[in-house]
């Protein structure tokens, strides 16, 4: 439900400052938090891997000026409702976390491009870590909906930090865990281990997102396996819209030439072939 | 009913708000109606093709943002071929706005980009990021007047001189931009600052100095506005921290005929249809009939009168 | 132990924290220990006896101030014989501050107040609000140095430029005062701003135009301190916006030898003793012994190295 | 109760930087409200006249850069506790009327200089309006205690607007209440009404504060009576603390000179001969 919105919308508008009815806001474990919102048909058109702008409320003489962004994390348009995963990091996500049921929160969005499947895959792999899991989400619940099967590798420090393993089985998803404590993580036991799945039954699409190390991993995989692939990136934002270049990222261009984009607006998701890490 | 209009020289306005040069993009037309505006002012451009500065690009502070982009510019071409067409479907004045290494190149770009579609054409002189540690064409008086009469030479179409607030004596820019025929003063582009990051003992931004922007600006940006105004005959575009009615009002109030709003664009898209609305409301309020009379209205001291006749 | 003490010249201070001339006054000896100062910075004094200037004398914004005061001063005798002998009881050096009409009389004044108990004279050659809209000795090159020059001459207390930074090349200047034979540069004084009443249509101070002081503009000066101290020898005091402890650093991080804080002494009159504690305690975090190691030590860019080297 | 003071005190320090517990912030009508606060000794310390400089919280993004200044309307040394009157006027007040009970307030003073009343004042008269009425009720309890009789007018615009009958009452003062609605409150009115009194029983000092018009006509009264008088007067305040001079209004020193001194250091209280009105 948009409980007010003072912009022009529908006719064509594909973007909204979206003031949006909190339903809750809870710790999901030490770090990361996850806000729910209800929230009207433009904002409930956001797709895998875009984002909103959220506007971060001012607490006690802090104030986040520019707004931050988040990936869409859960989009249920039965419930009309939004999701984000967050971690609580500076002043914005802490203001964030202030946030109340039946507190208000402006979210400007959707925005960005999303993951696009491309059609016919049967077998993706996804592998995210911290944030990356947050944005991988959605990926996971539209891929099973085009009937892929879905691998989903999750990766975090300790077995408590691991989010989202409900989420991605509810979207059909299988799902591995991976862990720094158990030792299981290492760049090398994960390519032992995909290489593995993939001998098994071969994946033909992968995405990744949220460590770099994870990133290099997938895309050296990718070019191996000769499969297409997409990461998404992150990078600070002023706009979120295309207007500011701020959050611009190195780029490799379909013909090989280096160059900025932005995150916001060509992204942040890119063909993992394009991207060059961060 | 109040007329919003304003005159900017020749060119008329429907209402006096429009965006600072590089503050908006096609990504606005996606949230707002971008005939709302009384004008729609283009990122600026350069001959050659670049990439900007280097990242980190943005800091942000409490009630303002230090931005360092350079001009990302994908070149006159591509203006003309991608850039001039998207916004050919509104009927908001379109103005572009230039920059280049020397004072010909000015004069060269604008009468190479002076389609028809073009309304007029802003003189960035006073980017602040093109140059070492920010010297400017527009911090020197000459090449100010340079610029502008080597625009004038190439191109009819009105030339508005953006002036860069990093100067001492404003006012005399804004005579030198006059006498060499601009016709219209932008005061002005960011202020150059800075951040440090005490803990990693490093600058913030990828370019070490940036430009200033936002609300913290307003009250220098103002006084500038107010400085030119006693200063030349030409109108005067206000900009600086102006985030909604009534900073635009008072912008107005101190001399100015229009103004741009700039790094509001970017946290409420929009601010600037609902700062017309604003001061439409403001307009009915005070009995003012015509938005333009606003133009110097304030008066001289704190305890005088308002230079206005109203209709009440 | 870190060694907290720095030297502007031949002067050596405790610490680098003091206050920027006119934001403090004997009432703030009711409230915190004066001796907890790197120096005394006393409020600019004149040869003649003034008003200053009319009310309302301050707005406010989000993060800054608007002060228009002028120099209220009781002139050189009630200095010499009231002020100074309050300071007497402290043992952080006492800084007196001058302005004047012409530069000769800075010479005069100098000279007159050169008491024994006086560690050094700052020449406010950018006090905002004397002249009319603010045109100072400091917005011109060649009174800057004549101001200096003539104060060098009258006197053989070390003598501190205050610059304002109401002017373009703001190193320019500092190189001026420094050929002048100046002993430090103060970098700098308010940004001149003005603030209008929409609804009364009216400037908020009585003087139109006041100095913008505060959190926000510490990126401007912040830049300015920066650029001095790539452009000058001598040690060089910042001062904008400073309210605390990590301000200092970053601002001696930018170049910066001192610092003044100034209108966060009105709302937090304990900043100045906090922002002592605050800066011995990031020493120790980063393994600093001396906290004049942290003068100009940020890496040249985002991506690089301190220039520091730190026992760890 | 002093909950955090960071500034060295004791040993002359005369001011402090008083980090209070709120014991209560209720309305007590319309337009004004009665902020009760923890207190140590140093702002108990604070006189008839004075005034502490509040640091108002930052609500919701709107931060009141500076303190403002508000008189003791009350001060208990008993239960360690001083009062406010305020009126909600703008950004400050407005944020000051968001605190809580066991919210801190930051409330620097005791600050500037008192009512001083001559020793042997034996009928004191006190005329207040609005805010006056807050400045003025401590300097009853300060006379009644050295055995002076008082009269304290006060004027409103409404009945339900008057306010301190009870404190005053409890400090042993007659009340008499003007208004503007029932008619009784113009100069005229009340001159005649002060003359009568004073016929009756002559004072011999009086006190004035919160109207410039009873102002005048105080003042006039007292130069017609010969007697001294005070007046608290207000201004736009920087620090408080007699460093910035941005409150300095015009004044007639003792020999007739006009000069600009400064409300927080000079003042608030002044002689009512030499004060100019506002
Ligand atoms: C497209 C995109 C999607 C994202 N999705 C998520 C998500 O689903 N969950 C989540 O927890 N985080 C996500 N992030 C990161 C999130 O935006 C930052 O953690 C957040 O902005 C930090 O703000 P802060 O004020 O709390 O931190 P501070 O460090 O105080 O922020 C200071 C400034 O740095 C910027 N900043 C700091 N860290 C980052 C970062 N990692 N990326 C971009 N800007 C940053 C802030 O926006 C702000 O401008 C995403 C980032 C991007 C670019
Ligand atoms: C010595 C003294 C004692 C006072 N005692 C009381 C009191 O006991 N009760 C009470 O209700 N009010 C009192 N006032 C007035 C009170 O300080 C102002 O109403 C208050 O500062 C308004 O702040 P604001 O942010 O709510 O209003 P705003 O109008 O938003 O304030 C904007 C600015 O103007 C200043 N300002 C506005 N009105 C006044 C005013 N009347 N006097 C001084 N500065 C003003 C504010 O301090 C602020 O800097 C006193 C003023 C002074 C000088
Ligand atoms: C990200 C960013 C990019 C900008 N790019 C340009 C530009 O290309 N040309 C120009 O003349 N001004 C540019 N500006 C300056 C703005 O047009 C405007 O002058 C400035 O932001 C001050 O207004 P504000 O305080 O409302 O933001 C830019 C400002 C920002 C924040
Ligand atoms: C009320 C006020 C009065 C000032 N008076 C003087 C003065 O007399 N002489 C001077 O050199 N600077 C004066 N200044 C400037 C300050 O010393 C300082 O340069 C300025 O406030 C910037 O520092 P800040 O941002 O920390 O306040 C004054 C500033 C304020 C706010
Ligand atoms: S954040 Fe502004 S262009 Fe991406
Ligand atoms: S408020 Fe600063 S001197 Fe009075």
């Given amino acids: 439900m948009n409980i007010q919105s003072c912009l022009p919308k529908g006719a064509g508008f594909s973007v909204a400052e979206n003031k949006c009815r909190i339903v809750s806001n809870e710790a999901v474990n030490e770090e990361y938090r996850l806000l729910i919102a209800e929230a009207d048909d433009v904002a409930l058109s956001a797709r895998a891997g875009q984002f909103f702008h959220l506007l971060c409320p001012s ?31 500076g002043k914005g996500t802490r203001a964030l976390s202030s946030l109340r049921p039946d507190d208000t929160i402006d979210a400007m969005g959707p925005l960005g491009q999303g993951f696009s499947l491309p059609s016919g895959v049967r077998n993706v792999l996804m592998v995210g870590r911290g944030v990356g899991l947050a944005t991988l989400a959605p990926l996971a619940r539209l891929a099973t909906k085009s009937e892929a099967a879905v691998t989903a590798v999750l990766s975090a420090r300790r077995r408590d930090l691991l ?40 994946f033909d699409f992968a995405a990744t997102c949220g460590s770099n190390r994870l990133f290099q991993l997938v895309r050296s995989l990718c070019a191996e396996w000769n499969i297409p692939g997409e990461t998404a990136l992150e990078a600070f934002m002023g706009c979120g819209t295309g207007m500011c270049y701020a959050c611009v990222v190195p780029t490799m261009d379909a013909n090989g030439k280096e160059q900025y984009r932005r995150v916001c607006w060509d992204g942040p998701v890119f063909p993992i072939s394009e991207a060059l890490g961060w | 009913m109040v007329d919003l209009s304003v005159s900017i020289g020749s060119l008329k306005l429907a209402n006096p708000i429009m965006p600072g040069s590089g503050t908006m993009a096609e990504g606005l037309a996606d949230i707002i109606d971008l005939d709302g505006l009384g004008a729609i002012v283009l990122k600026t451009i350069t001959p050659d093709i670049r990439q900007g500065t280097l990242t980190p690009r943005v800091a942000e502070f409490n ?42 190149d000015f004069g060269t770009l604008a009468a190479y980009i002076s389609a028809p579609s073009i309304a007029a054409i802003e003189a960035n002189i006073s980017c602040p990021n093109l140059r070492a540690h ?26 508005w001189a953006k002036l860069t607030p990093n100067v001492g004596d404003i006012a005399a820019f804004a005579k030198a931009a006059e006498q060499a025929g601009a016709d219209a003063i932008v005061t002005g582009n960011a202020i150059l600052g800075m951040a440090v990051d005490a803990e990693r003992m490093r600058p913030r931004l990828g370019n070490v100095i940036g430009g200033l922007t936002g609300s913290a600006v307003k009250p220098i940006l103002l006084r500038m ?31 100015a005929t229009a103004v741009q709003m700039g790094t509001v664009n970017f946290v409420h898209p929009g601010a600037m249809p609902e700062a017309v609305g604003w001061i439409e409301g403001y307009c009915r309020r005070h009995g003012v009939e015509r938005v333009r009379d606003l133009t110097g209205a304030m008066s001289d001291t704190h305890a005088g009168q308002p230079k206005l006749k109203v209709t009440q």
């Fill in chain 2, 225 to 255: 506005v107010h400085q030119c105004a006693q200063a030349v005959d030409i109108p005067i575009i206000g900009c600086g921290g102006i985030t909604n009615g009534e900073d635009a009002v008072e912008y107005m109030l101190a001399g």
């Fill in chain 2, 63 to 104: 009630d303002a943002t230090l931005f360092s982009i350079g001009i990302p510019s994908k070149g006159p071409d591509y203006f003309l071929n991608n850039t001039l067409p998207f916004y050919g479907r509104y009927k908001a004045p379109v103005v572009a706005s230039v920059s280049a290494d020397t004072v010909e």
């Fill in chain 1, 163 to 202: 989010m989202s393993r409900q989420e991605l089985e509810n979207a059909g998803a299988r799902v591995i865990e991976v862990t720094d404590e158990e030792g299981t993580s290492q760049p090398e036991t994960l390519e032992a281990l995909l290489c593995d799945l993939h001998a098994q039954l071969p």
């Fill in chain 2, 134 to 159: 920010g010297r400017a064409f527009g911090m020197d008086i000459e090449a100010t007047a340079g610029v502008i009469a080597a625009m004038k030479r190439a191109t009819d179409k009105p030339v």
């Fill in chain 1, 59 to 89: 607490v006690g003489g802090e104030k986040p000026f520019l707004r931050r962004p988040m990936s869409i994390y859960r989009v249920d348009p039965e419930a009309g409702r939004i999701g984000f995963l967050y971690k609580v990091t």
